[in-house]
């Protein structure tokens, strides 16, 4: 909650090893910054902070590889937009009206936020000058709930938005976004997604985790609920695996973190799930 962000580097010689090498924005940057009035924005009554530093939680971060580019989204309402390769603030965007719960780096050079103001928007990064910009391009939802969680299926071009009200809609981008439906299993709010081939993840305020799999004709089935977590499940994350399963569906190794104080592992594939760990 101190607004900044911090880099770690894994080491190749101890298994779980991490090692902090630094945080966003870099000390160099935010003196630079700080000596020209220019780059303060006013975030309370005679109070200015820096543009390029959040001055309230970091709720959320999603990392385009492809472009070397981190996005962060914060309790401020800014969304951030981080160059990799010099760990130099690029942009800051006055993105939304109520905090910033998520935000996710999406195909065709998109992005997308989501936020306790009940709407989901999108950004497209588009050239201006000599440099690049991010534009509001479309508000997809505009609902009382809030939207919790995102994740997207890059290869089938698919948006997940998981809310409050325990729902998780969907829309799918061919051509143009357009909503595919909803999916409802949780009796509380959506409080993560993960996206794993054909296969979404979603965990809720009622401590449960869905796994869904999208069908041929664009439906989504419920393959099963994992029910082992005794508090809310707060975050999901999917690994491929090098290996089929027997019947040759791909199979993806499955984190979930909970309120409850626990990690625990599951094994997915296209047609079951188990907890291994």
């Not at 760990?87 to 195909?107: M, P, Q, R």
């Not at 989504?220 to 508090?231: E, I, R, Y």
Request: hydrophobic residues 35%; contains cysteine; proline residues 1%.
């Amino acid at each position: 909650q101190d607004g900044k962000i911090r880099v770690w580097r894994g080491s190749k010689r101890r298994t779980g090893g991490y090692s902090r090498i630094g945080s966003l924005p870099t000390l160099k940057e935010f003196l630079t910054k700080s000596v020209n009035p220019k780059n303060y924005v006013e975030v309370r009554r005679r109070k200015n902070v820096l543009k390029i530093k959040h001055y309230d939680a970091v709720s959320c971060l999603s990392l385009n590889e492809e472009l070397g580019l981190l996005y962060s989204g914060s309790w401020d309402k800014t969304l951030k937009v981080w160059r990799l390769s010099d760990s130099k603030c690029l942009e800051s965007i006055s993105a939304h009206d109520d905090a910033i719960n998520t935000v996710a780096a999406g195909f065709d050079d998109l992005l997308f936020t989501g936020s306790a103001d009940g709407t989901l928007k999108v950004w497209k990064r588009e050239l201006q000058g000599k440099g690049t910009k991010h534009f509001l391009v479309n508000v997809l939802m505009k609902q009382e709930n809030a939207v919790t969680a995102l994740a997207v299926n890059l290869t089938a071009s698919v948006l997940y938005c998981g809310s409050s009200d325990g729902i998780v809609n969907f829309w799918e981008g061919q051509k143009y976004l357009s909503h595919g439906g909803t999916l409802r299993g949780h009796r509380m709010a959506v409080l993560c997604l993960a996206a794993a081939g054909s296969l979404l993840l979603s965990g809720g305020a009622d401590k449960n985790i869905c796994v869904w799999r999208r069908n041929g004709d664009r439906t989504h089935s419920c393959l099963s609920v994992l029910m082992d977590h005794v508090g809310p499940v707060k975050c999901l994350t999917a690994v491929e695996e090098a290996e089929e399963d027997g019947n040759g569906d791909q199979r993806w190794t499955v984190y979930s973190g909970s309120l409850d104080k626990s990690v625990k592992v599951w094994r997915v594939t296209e047609t079951a799930s188990a907890v291994i760990g």
